[in-house]
């Protein structure tokens, strides 16, 4: 029998109101159930709401010092916890051990950047004029966020914005994506171990149109931060605002990495390829285009399909180089893109076929793709596909690989593989991208930088992570102090 994790509203974990419960399944092994959680409903969302508002006030007055010790304390304990969160992790999203290991140490490292960066945010101490004894600013918690997270990253997502969000005063009611909600269950857990006072933080898992839809649209919410897909993002972004919240939804990519002539080849293979099938390319600044000069095209191909074919594919716990995708849906709609770029008249390279049978347990199982020849009208160009298809396209020039590379709606993460200085200004100076990256995959994130899109890959209001995280959870209020 496998436990049902509740909800955990007021301090206390609790069952949904009207029982609800759903399960979730180790995309590796479908026969298995890894787990099992309360569904919450607007009534959950509701009460949890109230909690968090009841909590808020005493949080914020608490001093910044000792919250940070709350979330020094946090990330200790997920630390000691690290080797089976790493399990959990991979179990539920179907990461390999490697990658999910990483994620969890980033969770742990999040809680203690902002541990320290708690009292740290103050505000701003200005020179007095007309007489005052001072002026100043102050920075104040914004009150209730509401949290709303994907399923590919379930700890780190999470940990970026409840470390910041607590850190600053902020209290908090999160509704973590279905398909792998339990990393975010632990860090509450780790949380509620750590001492956090009753109602500051609040778990409800349960469907995006309904819990999700209400820590969106509900008077009780004073900040909403959101990441997941554009298509939903915006739809909440505009609830959000509607509702007088301050909101930021951190969406969708379609990334490129250029390869320009004076390219090192077998360097552009190994940062694109990370880059494209790393966590089952089922990361918002996955490597979906690779743009390639015509001198060095050829060549790149020809390495790149054997990078991908050199990739072993296993469960996610034996760490291999690559993990199953994590749900039916998300293998379908592969699978779906895979046949669009063929009929589209892309040069299949390599891969995007499934491995079924006995051997891979009907896990969620796809082999890397590759195409070349691909036009940027085509679909497989322009559109988010979330797993593991690379598009490749070939340009005349510098020139023309930077305007291939902007032709999209999307502008997270990009990347150069040049040995050209100028090159490489060049391109930081002219890609529509939040994230410039040269000779780096587009993949992988510092943590004390800030993160976040432009286009449609980001509301474009407030960056997430360093600084900018404690910014989005504060607002400032100037003082004018004469005595
Ligand atoms: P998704 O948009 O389907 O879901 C994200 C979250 O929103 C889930 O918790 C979901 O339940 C909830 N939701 C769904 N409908 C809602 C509604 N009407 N109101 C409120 N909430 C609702 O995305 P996903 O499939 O979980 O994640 C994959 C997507 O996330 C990809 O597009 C990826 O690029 C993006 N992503 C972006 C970043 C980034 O920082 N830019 C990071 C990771 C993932």
Same mark, same amino acid.
């Given at each position: 029998? /496998?436990e049902?994790?509740n !909800?955990y509203?007021?301090?206390?974990?609790?069952?949904?109101e009207?029982?609800?419960?759903?399960?979730?399944?180790?995309?590796?092994?479908t026969s298995e $159930?890894?787990a099992?959680y309360?569904?919450?409903?607007?009534?959950d969302?509701?009460?949890a709401?109230?909690?968090a508002n009841?909590a808020q006030?005493?949080w914020?007055a608490?001093?910044?010092?000792?919250?940070?010790? =709350?979330?020094r304390e946090t990330g200790?304990?997920?630390e000691e916890?690290?080797?089976? +969160?790493?399990?959990?992790?991979?179990?539920e999203?179907?990461?390999?051990?490697?990658?999910?290991?990483?994620?969890?140490q980033? %969770?742990?490292d999040? &809680?203690? @950047?902002?541990?320290?960066?708690? %009292?740290?945010n %103050?505000?701003?101490?200005?020179g007095?004029s007309?007489?005052?004894?001072s002026?100043?600013?102050k920075?104040?918690a914004?009150g209730?966020?509401g949290?709303? #997270?994907p399923?590919?990253?379930?700890?780190?997502?999470p940990?970026?914005? =409840?470390?910041?969000?607590?850190?600053?005063?902020?209290?908090i009611?999160?509704?973590?994506?279905?398909?792998?909600?339990?990393?975010?269950?632990?860090?509450?857990?780790?949380?509620?171990?750590?001492?956090l006072?009753d109602g500051?933080?609040?778990f409800v898992?349960?469907?995006?149109s309904?819990?999700? %839809?209400?820590?969106t649209?509900?008077?009780?919410?004073?900040?909403?931060?959101?990441?997941?897909?554009?298509?939903?993002?915006?739809?909440?972004?505009?609830?959000?605002?509607?509702?007088?919240?301050r909101?930021?939804?951190e969406?969708?990519?379609?990334?490129p990495?250029? =390869?320009t002539?004076?390219?090192?080849?077998e360097?552009?293979?190994?940062?694109?390829g990370?880059?494209?099938f790393?966590v $089952?390319?089922?990361?918002?600044t996955?490597?979906?285009?690779?743009?390639?000069?015509?001198d060095?095209y050829?060549?790149f191909?020809?390495?790149i399909?054997? @990078?991908?074919?050199?990739?072993?594919?296993?469960?996610?716990?034996?760490?291999?180089?690559?993990?199953?995708?994590?749900?039916?849906?998300?293998?379908?709609? #592969?699978?779906e893109?895979?046949d669009?770029a063929?009929?589209e008249?892309? $040069?299949?390279?390599t891969?995007?076929?499934?491995?079924?049978?006995?051997?891979y347990?009907d896990g @969620?199982?796809?082999?890397p793709a590759?195409?070349?020849d691909?036009?940027?009208d085509?679909?497989?160009f322009?559109e988010?596909? &979330?797993?593991p298809?690379?598009?490749v /396209?070939?340009?005349?020039?510098?020139?023309?690989a930077?305007?291939?590379?902007?032709?999209?709606?999307?502008? +997270?993460?990009?990347s150069?593989?040049t040995?050209d200085?100028?090159?490489?200004?060049?391109?930081?100076e002219?890609?529509?991208?939040?994230?410039a990256?040269?000779n780096?995959?587009t993949t992988g994130?510092? !943590?004390?930088v800030?993160?976040g899109g432009?286009?449609?890959?980001? /509301?474009?209001t407030?960056?997430?992570?360093?600084?900018?995280g404690l910014?989005?959870f504060?607002?400032?209020? $100037?003082?004018? +102090?004469?005595t």
């Amino acid at each position: 029998m /496998t436990e049902t994790t509740n !909800l955990y509203i007021d301090g206390e974990w609790v069952p949904a109101e009207d029982g609800s419960t759903f399960a979730v399944e180790n995309p590796a092994d479908t026969s298995e $159930t890894v787990a099992e959680y309360a569904k919450g409903s607007t009534e959950d969302a509701q009460k949890a709401i109230d909690a968090a508002n009841e909590a808020q006030g005493d949080w914020e007055a608490m001093p910044a010092p000792d919250r940070g010790a =709350i979330l020094r304390e946090t990330g200790a304990v997920l630390e000691e916890r690290k080797e089976e +969160l790493t399990e959990q992790l991979s179990r539920e999203e179907g990461k390999t051990l490697s990658e999910a290991g990483g994620e969890v140490q980033r %969770a742990i490292d999040i &809680f203690y @950047y902002y541990a320290s960066k708690a %009292a740290d945010n %103050a505000g701003k101490r200005k020179g007095p004029s007309g007489g005052r004894t001072s002026v100043y600013t102050k920075r104040e918690a914004l009150g209730v966020a509401g949290l709303v #997270t994907p399923w590919n990253y379930p700890i780190a997502i999470p940990a970026w914005k =409840i470390a910041p969000a607590l850190a600053t005063g902020n209290a908090i009611v999160l509704k973590p994506a279905s398909a792998a909600p339990g990393p975010a269950g632990a860090i509450v857990q780790a949380l509620e171990d750590a001492g956090l006072p009753d109602g500051v933080i609040n778990f409800v898992p349960g469907s995006g149109s309904d819990v999700g %839809a209400e820590l969106t649209s509900n008077d009780g919410i004073d900040a909403v931060s959101f990441t997941g897909s554009s298509e939903v993002g915006h739809h909440v972004y505009d609830a959000a605002t509607d509702n007088m919240a301050r909101a930021q939804a951190e969406m969708g990519g379609k990334n490129p990495a250029i =390869i320009t002539d004076s390219a090192d080849v077998e360097e552009a293979v190994e940062i694109v390829g990370a880059g494209a099938f790393g966590v $089952t390319g089922q990361a918002c600044t996955a490597c979906s285009r690779a743009i390639v000069h015509t001198d060095v095209y050829d060549e790149f191909v020809e390495g790149i399909v054997e @990078y991908a074919e050199s990739i072993d594919i296993g469960p996610g716990v034996e760490d291999p180089g690559m993990g199953p995708h994590v749900t039916q849906s998300e293998l379908e709609s #592969t699978l779906e893109y895979v046949d669009v770029a063929a009929n589209e008249g892309a $040069t299949h390279e390599t891969g995007g076929e499934r491995l079924e049978g006995d051997e891979y347990d009907d896990g @969620y199982y796809v082999t890397p793709a590759v195409f070349s020849d691909v036009e940027r009208d085509m679909r497989i160009f322009q559109e988010e596909v &979330f797993g593991p298809v690379l598009a490749v /396209t070939e340009v005349e020039d510098f020139d023309d690989a930077i305007e291939t590379a902007n032709d999209s709606e999307y502008g +997270l993460s990009s990347s150069v593989v040049t040995d050209d200085l100028n090159e490489a200004h060049e391109f930081v100076e002219r890609t529509e991208a939040g994230v410039a990256k040269v000779n780096e995959k587009t993949t992988g994130l510092e !943590l004390h930088v800030p993160f976040g899109g432009v286009k449609d890959s980001s /509301t474009n209001t407030y960056r997430e992570q360093g600084d900018a995280g404690l910014d989005f959870f504060t607002e400032i209020k $100037t003082v004018y +102090l004469n005595t």
